[in-house]
């Protein structure tokens, strides 16, 4: 995927030209849907859906991104703080519903018993849903408690209506995980 700027009087003409030169490989344009949606099956984060301000990048299994070579960087106390380097913190996995229906977007993955305020208490929640066409089936990436040590468990999301939906945490690459298709 790739973002080209040109000027408005040219983009037809750019258009064109581009749909001729990929038509040999059956390229074709596609909306930000999609692309959420294949960015989802590859298992990508997107900032702002699987991130906010309590999210760090070992929770995304992107402990690979912060070098071991720098004295200081930005964000270094925080990842500090015993409650960063706890390893009882909401992380990232997929989620597959069993009945292959989309899971409510932001929906809470319950757990037993209630907090001190009455509600029911939680061991985490979906960042990102869609229907995959490839698959045929909802996929979701989700923060949960633990995640990835709890592979193949079967968790209960709730849904608007108070019914729950029993999901399975499982690897969050839905597709191609071996990246064979990057290479084409």
């Given at each position: ?171 969050q690459v839905f597709y191609d995980a071996e990246g064979a298709k990057q290479n084409v």
């Amino acid at each position: 995927s790739y973002e080209i700027a040109v000027a408005a009087n040219r983009g037809r003409a750019f258009w064109d030209a581009l749909l001729e030169a990929g038509a040999e490989f059956d390229v074709m344009p596609y909306g930000t849907e999609a692309l959420h949606v294949m960015r989802a099956e590859k298992g990508f984060i997107m900032i702002g859906d699987e991130t906010d301000g309590t999210v760090i990048p070992q929770d995304l299994n992107m402990q690979w991104a912060i070098s071991k070579k720098k004295e200081d960087f930005l964000g270094q106390r925080a990842q500090e703080r015993s409650h960063m380097v706890s390893p009882d913190r909401w992380k990232l996995v997929g989620l597959e519903t069993l009945d292959g229906s989309v899971l409510p977007d932001g929906s809470y993955a319950v757990a037993p018993g209630n907090n001190a305020n009455g509600q029911r208490n939680t061991q985490g929640r979906v960042t990102s849903t869609y229907y995959s066409p490839t698959l045929g089936r909802g996929i979701a990436m989700g923060l949960v408690h633990n995640g990835p040590d709890r592979m193949g468990e079967v968790i209960e999301f709730n849904k608007v209506d108070g019914s729950l939906v029993k999901a399975k945490i499982v690897d969050q690459v839905f597709y191609d995980a071996e990246g064979a298709k990057q290479n084409v």
